[in-house]
């Protein structure tokens, strides 16, 4: 066992950093500026210094030889969207319900909570029905829970009543449950034996990464839509001006997006066959080094 690529785990923080930190001032400083420019160009640069290391490396952060195989490249991507998704609700929703619903923080806190708390029952639920069912429908059903639950708030405005969001929060904490336990699965019968450890740490990589990004491309895009014509450089908390009628605007349009994404993950999803990720894993197995 090598030692840890402390190098690389760098190299992927300063990407990370520098990309959401890109994201997060490009509205406010306008994303043809310089230091906007700047800060993505050096996001983009330690990425490929970062994939080119670990290439060369004898024990790397990530095995990004796994994603030669098509079948670990679908469920990574699968499961980022469906992370990315997810984080970025949480966001708006809670902006949502402040901003446009008036709710108090603490009741918004509870009901974001309490629903989210049914991945304790579903999620051991799915992992049990995955071994007779099978993971792609079990990750398919999970992306039409979230798709539904996405789409509520696409539909209805700031009268949707209080029974309605709590149904659509109810269903975005079934599909959390319902989807991570055979999302892995079809990951890790995608790798071979000996890089199944690899192949868990890439996908709980793959999946923390989106949950950071996906907060801020949700934010960024209900501030590009709620900032107008306000000039480039505009700061402070402008959400708190505006009327409901433009949080509405910003809402809808990030929450579309949403959906857009949840789509994308279904679409891969279905792509997915357990039995051809099995062979293929034992295809990588005897193919030589």
């Known amino acids: 066992m090598g030692e840890f690529d402390f190098a690389g785990a760098l190299l ?3 990407a990370a950093g520098l990309f959401t930190a890109a994201l997060s001032f490009g509205e406010e400083h306008g994303w043809t500026s310089i230091p906007i420019i700047s800060v993505l160009a050096l996001s983009f640069l330690f990425s490929g210094v970062f994939i080119a290391r670990e290439r060369r490396t004898p024990v790397p952060l990530l095995q990004l030889g796994l994603l030669k195989s098509r079948a670990f490249s679908i469920g990574i991507a699968a499961a980022m969207l469906n ?6 609700m949480t966001y708006l929703v809670s902006m949502y319900l402040e901003l446009v619903k008036g709710y108090s923080t603490r009741f918004t806190g509870f009901l974001l909570l309490a629903p989210s708390l049914l991945i ?3 999620g051991p639920v799915s992992g049990t029905l995955s071994d007779y069912i099978g993971s792609r429908r079990l990750c398919t059903l999970a992306g039409v829970f979230l798709f539904i639950s996405v789409s509520v708030f ?3 405005d700031e009268t949707i009543a209080l029974s309605v969001i709590i149904l659509a929060l109810v269903f975005r904490g079934i599909s959390m449950g319902l989807f991570a336990p055979p999302s892995l699965r079809l990951v890790l019968t995608s790798a071979p034996g000996e890089l199944q450890g690899a192949a868990s740490s890439f996908w709980y990589f793959s999946r923390y990464l989106a949950s950071t990004i996906g907060i801020v491309v949700f934010e960024t895009i209900f501030d590009h839509w ?3 014509d306000e000039p480039a450089g505009t700061t402070g908390a402008i959400h708190l001006l505006h009327p409901i009628a433009g949080l509405e605007t910003g809402f809808d349009h990030a929450f579309l997006v949403g959906v857009l994404f949840v789509v994308g993950m279904i679409a891969l999803t279905v792509q997915l066959r357990e039995g051809e990720l099995m062979e293929e894993a034992g295809a990588d197995q005897e193919a030589p080094s």
């Open 83 to 88: 992370r990315l998704v997810l984080s970025g």
């Open 12 to 14: 992927v923080v300063l």
């Open 226 to 228: 709620i900032r107008g």
């Open 120 to 122: 304790v029952i579903t």
């Open 154 to 156: 696409v539909v209805f």
